[in-house]
């Protein structure tokens, strides 16, 4: 059985990686995210496990300390981490596994594996973006604001992947990102 390929997908708060990602995986069952540990507390019907590992920040500190992250960054005053044990078993049952991780925690995964697939989302415009986030209804005007000076920031980051793709159409971006898994597969 071959060996599963890393890749990392990031993209600002709001250009719509999850919903990229969860039509993806729904249509192609040799490919499945990682499950991140955070420090946040959940948002809406979120689940322990399924969305994150929602564990105190005292806890992730220890985790971090044990070098239990292959990657691990602050966003918005919360710790987000992806763990070494659960990539690598993913990985060995064949399957291809996508990091859904914000540029700091890319860049220090490309820093050090050169085997890793990296692939940027835009969103169509910062407006359309703007409208993303308040349709969410997850965050206040002040949050969306700062969302936003973070999001160009964030597309700055771009520059440094090996794919950018635009997110416009839900459909047609999935299968953008199956078509760069699927040849990077082949290799």
Not at 12 to 20: E, F, L, R, T
Not at 136 to 159: K, V, Y
């Given at each position: ?21 969860s039509s993806l995986i729904e249509m192609e069952k040799t490919i499945t995210t990682s499950v991140s540990h955070t420090t946040r507390e959940p948002r809406g019907s979120e689940k322990n496990g399924l969305d994150y590992y929602f564990i105190s920040r005292s806890r992730f500190l220890e985790m971090a300390e044990n070098d239990e ?119």
């Open positions: 059985m071959r060996r599963g390929n890393l890749f990392v997908l990031s993209a600002p708060s709001g250009a719509g990686k999850s919903s990229v990602l992250f292959l990657e691990f960054a602050e966003v918005f005053g919360n710790l987000y981490g992806t763990s070494k044990r659960a990539i690598a078993e993913q990985q060995e049952k064949g399957l291809d596994v996508i990091l859904e991780i914000d540029w700091q925690g890319a860049t220090q995964l490309m820093a050090l594996d050169s085997d890793i697939t990296s692939i940027f989302l835009l969103p169509p415009s910062l407006s359309d973006l703007e409208a993303r986030l308040q349709k969410r209804g997850q965050d206040s005007q002040e949050s969306i604001n700062r969302r936003l000076a973070q999001a160009e920031d964030d597309i700055r980051q771009s520059a440094n992947y090996q794919h950018v793709l635009t997110n416009n159409i839900l459909e047609e971006t999935r299968d953008q990102l199956f078509s760069i898994i699927k040849n990077r597969s082949k290799k």
